[in-house]
C-alpha cells in the first residue's frame, strides 16, 4: 500500500480531543482545513508527551530567539479552542511515532505523527534496520499527518492537549491511581475498596 501524508499548513484548526467516557477514552489528534478532516488515534501519555515537548520547544525558541521570536509565552485566549471533536471521528491510523521541529525561517512549529508499523525482526539491529529502511521509503512508508502551526497555534494546541489529558477520572487522594465510577481498590488501604 502507497504512503498517504496528510498535510495541513497552517490548518483552520489543530487539537486533540477524546471520544468515549473517562476511563475508556480513545485520544485523537484531529486537523482540519475546509471540508478536509484528518483524525489520527494515539494513546494518552502521547498526548501528554506532544503538549509538554511542544511547549518546552516553544519556550526553548523564545530563549534562543532573545524573545524575538513570533512565539506567545502563553496560549492566547482568542484563539482557544474547547469545541468538541469535528464528527464524525474516523480514524486514518493509530499513531506510533511523532516528531516535533522548529522551521526558523518560516517561523513555524512542525508536527509529524506516523502510523503505528509492525515488523518482524529476528535482533535489535535487525529491527533498528527495517525501522530505518522503512521510514526513508517515500512512496511505501508509513502514513503521516504533517501539521505545520504557527507559535500560538502550537501554544493553544499545548493547552488545550493538557487540559483534555487531565480531564479524565480524579486520582485518588491517597495512591493518585484514577478513581473508577464502580470504585477503587486502592493499594494505600491494603486493598479495600474506596467509594469513587
Not at 503538549?51 to 506567545?72: K, W
Request: glycine share 8%; aromatic share 4%; net charge negative.
Amino acid at each position: 500500500m502507497s504512503r498517504q501524508v496528510f498535510l495541513y499548513d497552517q490548518p483552520e484548526r489543530f487539537v486533540a480531543g477524546t471520544v468515549g467516557l473517562p476511563g475508556r477514552r480513545t485520544f485523537f489528534l484531529q486537523a482540519s482545513a475546509g471540508s478536509r478532516v484528518t483524525s489520527v488515534a494515539l494513546e494518552k501519555t502521547q498526548v501528554a508527551a506532544l503538549a509538554e515537548r511542544m511547549d518546552e520547544l516553544l519556550d526553548e525558541v523564545v530563549r534562543r530567539s532573545g524573545g524575538s521570536a513570533s512565539v506567545p509565552a502563553m496560549a492566547p485566549t482568542e484563539i482557544s479552542d474547547s469545541a468538541p471533536l469535528d464528527t464524525p471521528v474516523e480514524e486514518e491510523f493509530r499513531v506510533g511515532t511523532m516528531a516535533l521541529a522548529w522551521d526558523g525561517e518560516e517561523q513555524r512549529m512542525v508536527v509529524e505523527a506516523q502510523a503505528l508499523v509492525e515488523l518482524d525482526a529476528e535482533t535489535d539491529e535487525d529491527l533498528a534496520e527495517a525501522e530505518e529502511r522503512l521510514l526513508q521509503d517515500e512512496e511505501n512508508g508509513p502514513s503521516m499527518l504533517r501539521v505545520r502551526l504557527t507559535g500560538a497555534q502550537a501554544r493553544a494546541f499545548a493547552k488545550r492537549a493538557l487540559d483534555v489529558v487531565n480531564a479524565g477520572r480524579p486520582p485518588c487522594p491517597l495512591c493518585s491511581l484514577p478513581l473508577d465510577p464502580e470504585g477503587h481498590v486502592c493499594p494505600r488501604q491494603n486493598g479495600y475498596r474506596r467509594g469513587a
